[in-house]
């Protein structure tokens, strides 16, 4: 069983910054995608970034390209999420996601077809004046 915990998320100002990080000690997470999701109040689970163990391929949702980064610290067992230029409806709890599957590219897990194994318990972020 690996447990995925998630941290950096806070209050920030429209326009400004922040960083999650997802962190396990029960593995090695480059040996797994990993993939950040966020549920807003009242909305479904969406996909916002993974990154794959496949090609190491990095994958966005459309309202977040440009502005948010996933990379591996391979040093620090950790998968960061650098969020830029926030909006309000960046506002949500962000979960971070990790599967060992060989088989399956981010847009699998994305679009829901396939459910990744593991799931921390969410960082909220919140994006306000």
């Known amino acids: 069983q690996v447990k995925l915990v998630e941290s950096g998320g806070g209050l920030v100002q429209p326009g400004g910054s922040l960083r999650l990080s997802c962190a396990t000690s029960s593995d090695t997470l480059d040996r797994y995608s990993v993939a950040w999701f966020r549920q807003a109040p009242g909305k479904e689970r969406e996909g916002v970034s993974c990154i794959s163990i496949i090609d190491s391929s990095t994958t966005y949702s459309d309202p977040v390209k440009g502005r948010f980064t996933i990379s591996r610290d391979n040093a620090d067992n950790t998968v960061n999420l650098e969020m830029n230029s926030l909006k309000p409806e960046d506002t949500a709890v962000y979960y971070c996601?990790?599967?060992?599957?060989?088989?399956?590219?981010?847009?699998?897990?994305?679009?829901?077809?396939?459910?990744?194994?593991?799931w921390g318990q969410g960082t909220r972020v919140t994006v306000s004046s």
């Open positions: 996601a990790a599967d060992r599957s060989p088989y399956y590219h981010c847009e699998a897990f994305f679009s829901g077809s396939v459910s990744m194994d593991y």
